[in-house]
């Protein structure tokens, strides 16, 4: 156990709709990173959080956006899907911004667009 | 921003034998990089890593080599077994902006170990 929780574990909706995913990092953790996990596209950053301010982007979407709250849980919220936003969406975890090494992921979070 | 190659993307092995994984990184500024298993239906976790200032580090069965020069990294795996069956995806970190470090991963490599 990674201790990085991650729900819900699968998610099935309509395409248009709109879906929240949420994180809750490591107890100490302060960053939270997304990553998109597609069929043969490996682990794409999406972005990251740090103490509850972005600090870096990478391939998300302008349906995409994301939050980091005070209590340091994160939510990744996914609108107006398409077909291709199904996949696994993993959180990591990390202490500081990234500096110290090692990401711990959760479980994933399993999207499916019908 | 960073691009990292990794093949192969499939690797068959009898068990027993090595397995080599290599990757590829652009950004000469990255200076991390970590290699990542995930078996399947589970969550990538950390293996073996390697800092920029190390040309090879070893952990039992398992190591990892750096040509800073040629931007380029390996996984190796000796005496492989069935358990050793997984994606493994390698990763370069870099610092960006903001104080932040953000790890950009490989495809995966999908490792199968035959008995």
């Known amino acids: 156990d990674s201790g990085v929780t991650q729900t819900p574990k699968h998610l099935i909706t309509a395409t248009g709709q709109r879906v929240t995913l949420r994180c809750s990092p490591r107890?100490?953790?302060?960053?939270v990173y997304w990553y998109q996990q597609s069929l043969d596209q490996g682990l794409q950053f999406l972005i990251q959080y740090y103490n509850g301010e972005e600090r870096a982007k990478g391939n998300i979407l302008e349906r995409f956006s994301a939050q980091q709250f005070p209590d340091l849980h994160s939510e990744l919220n996914l609108s107006s899907l398409e077909l291709g936003d199904s996949a696994l969406y993993f959180c990591?975890?990390?202490?500081?911004?990234?500096?110290?090494?090692?990401?711990?992921f959760g479980e994933g979070s399993r999207l499916t667009v019908l | 921003g960073e691009n990292v190659e990794q093949h192969p993307s499939t690797l068959s092995v009898q068990e027993g034998d090595s397995a080599v994984i290599k990757c590829t990184y652009s950004?000469?500024?990255?200076?991390?990089f970590p290699w990542y298993k995930q078996e399947l239906g589970k969550r990538p976790q950390l293996i073996i890593d390697i800092r920029s200032n190390v040309g090879e580090k070893k952990d039992q069965r398992i190591a990892v080599t750096l040509n800073k020069t040629a931007k380029h990294f390996s996984l190796h795996i000796t005496e492989t077994q069935p358990e050793d069956s997984a994606v493994y995806f390698c990763a370069a970190r870099r610092y960006v902006s903001g104080g932040s470090y953000i790890p950009t991963f490989g495809r995966g490599t999908s490792l199968i170990v035959h008995p």
């Open positions: 990591a975890s990390s202490v500081g911004q990234g500096g110290t090494g090692e990401l711990f």
């Open positions: 107890s100490g953790d302060l960053s």
């Open positions: 950004d000469s500024a990255s200076n991390y």
